[in-house]
């Protein structure tokens, strides 16, 4: 029997919240594989961001469905780093959360299928917030 090997993420954020995200999913699932951290750092200009991203890219196995790239916030420098490298077979998400990292690395051990691991994870965003509390107005 043949260890498969899971979906590749990448996680990128401004400063350390993609460190701290794997940190705390830790915590709560145990240690995961092939996950690639990226955290821009005051003064990174984009190509160097870039070239950052690649490098940890390489380190990922890679079973040839793609890469899941998890990025902070749409349109930011992590973002575009995502763009830049981007395949056909790879897929970018912007404004991850903790709720939202734990439902791909769920569904990322339950499929080998990059779509349907994000179909489901996608599916829980309306579950991913909460407020409790009264707004006035």
């Not at 260890?3 to 999913?25: N, W």
């Not at 930011?76 to 970018?92: C, F, L, Q, Y």
């Amino acid at each position: 029997m043949t260890d498969r090997i899971p979906t590749p993420i990448m996680l990128i954020s401004h400063d350390g919240l993609a460190a701290a995200m794997v940190r705390a999913s830790a915590m709560i699932m145990g240690e995961q594989e092939n996950i690639g951290v990226v955290g821009l750092e005051e003064g990174d200009g984009l190509s160097n961001f870039i070239g950052k991203v690649q490098d940890n890219i390489a380190d990922l196995k890679d079973a040839g469905q793609g890469i899941i790239f998890l990025v902070d916030i749409p349109f930011g420098t992590p973002w575009n780093a995502s763009v830049a490298v981007k395949r056909e077979i790879d897929h970018i998400v912007a404004g991850v959360s903790l709720p939202f990292f734990l439902e791909v690395l769920n569904y990322r051990n339950q499929y080998n299928e990059i779509e349907k691991i994000l179909t489901d994870s996608l599916s829980c965003k309306d579950q991913c917030f909460c407020y409790l509390g009264s707004l006035k107005r």
